[in-house]
C-alpha cells in the first residue's frame, strides 16, 4: 500500500500545491487536506505547508492554530503522527504547542526572499533520515516572522536534547537565536522549519536542485518501514 500524506490549506496557504508535488515526486500519494474539515482522510503524515495564513493577522499561525483540522492534527501528532510545519506551517506549531518558542518578526523588518545554506544538525527524526548530520543543504527561504525565539532555558535543552533540526549557515537572515532554522520535538515526529524544501525538490526550480527532497523521501521511508 502507498503511504498517504496529507498536506493542509489554510485561507491564505501559497505552497500546498507545491508540498503536493515533492510528495509525488518522492514517490507517496499526495492528499489534501481542507482546514474545516477534522478528518484527515487516513493519512498517514502530514504537511501545514508555507503562505499566510489569515494574511498573519493578530499573529502569524494564531488564528489557523484554532481551525477544525488542527484539532486532529494535535491529537494525532501526540500519538505518533509524523507533522512537518514550513514557515507557515512551522508557526502554526510553535502557536499549536506542538513545538516550543515562537516566531517573531524578522530582526530588519524587511520580507526577506533568497537562496538560503543550512547544515543538518538532527539526521534521526522521521523527516530527516534521508540527510547525514553535518550535511550542508541550501533551499529557498521566503518570510517576515521568521525569527525564532525561546528563552534561554528552552534553548538550553533544545541543544542538550538534539533538537536543533536545522542551523542557519553563513547568514543568519532573520535574527533567529542560535542560528536555529528548524527545531524538532523530543519524539522525532513533528519538525518545523522556516525555510522551503519543497521548492527544491527538481533541477528546474527554486534553487535548481534537489538539496529539499530528502524530507519527503525521509518520511515515505519512515512509513514503508513502519
Same mark, same amino acid.
Given at each position: 500500500m502507498t503511504a498517504r500524506i496529507g498536506v493542509v490549506t489554510f485561507p491564505g496557504t501559497l505552497d500546498d500545491q507545491d508540498a503536493l508535488r515533492a510528495v509525488r515526486l518522492a514517490g507517496a500519494e499526495p492528499v489534501s487536506l481542507w482546514h474545516r474539515d477534522k478528518g484527515l482522510k487516513q493519512v498517514d503524515a502530514v504537511v501545514l505547508a508555507g503562505g499566510f495564513s489569515y494574511g498573519d493577522y493578530l499573529r502569524a499561525g494564531a488564528i489557523s492554530r484554532f481551525s477544525p483540522v488542527m484539532e486532529t492534527v494535535i491529537d494525532q501528532a501526540r500519538s505518533g503522527m509524523p507533522v512537518l510545519g514550513i514557515c507557515n506551517g512551522f508557526q502554526i506549531l510553535t502557536e499549536a504547542h506542538l513545538l516550543p518558542g515562537a516566531m517573531? &518578526? @524578522?530582526?530588519?523588518?524587511?520580507?526577506?526572499? /533568497?537562496? #538560503?545554506?543550512? /547544515?543538518?544538525?538532527?539526521?534521526?527524526?522521521?523527516?530527516?533520515?534521508?540527510? $547525514? #548530520?553535518?550535511?550542508?543543504?541550501?533551499?529557498?527561504?521566503? @518570510?517576515?516572522?521568521? &525569527?525564532?525565539?525561546?528563552? $534561554? &532555558?528552552?534553548?538550553?535543552?533544545?541543544?542538550?536534547?538534539? /533538537?536543533?533540526a536545522f542551523r542557519y549557515l553563513d547568514v543568519n537572515p532573520n535574527g533567529s537565536l542560535r542560528d536555529i532554522a528548524g527545531i524538532t520535538n523530543a519524539e522525532g515526529n513533528v519538525v518545523g522549519l522556516m525555510p522551503h524544501p519543497e521548492h527544491a525538490v527538481e533541477p528546474l526550480i527554486g534553487t535548481g536542485g534537489t538539496d529539499g527532497l530528502g524530507f519527503f523521501t525521509s518520511i515515505l521511508k519512515r512509513l514503508v518501514a513502519a
Open positions: 517573531l &518578526r @524578522n530582526n530588519h523588518l524587511h520580507f526577506i526572499c /533568497r537562496d #538560503q545554506k543550512l /547544515r543538518v544538525e538532527n539526521a534521526e527524526t522521521a523527516w530527516t533520515a534521508d540527510y $547525514e #548530520q553535518g550535511r550542508e543543504i541550501s533551499v529557498p527561504l521566503k @518570510n517576515m516572522d521568521g &525569527r525564532y525565539v525561546a528563552d $534561554e &532555558r528552552v534553548l538550553d535543552e533544545l541543544e542538550a536534547e538534539g /533538537r536543533v
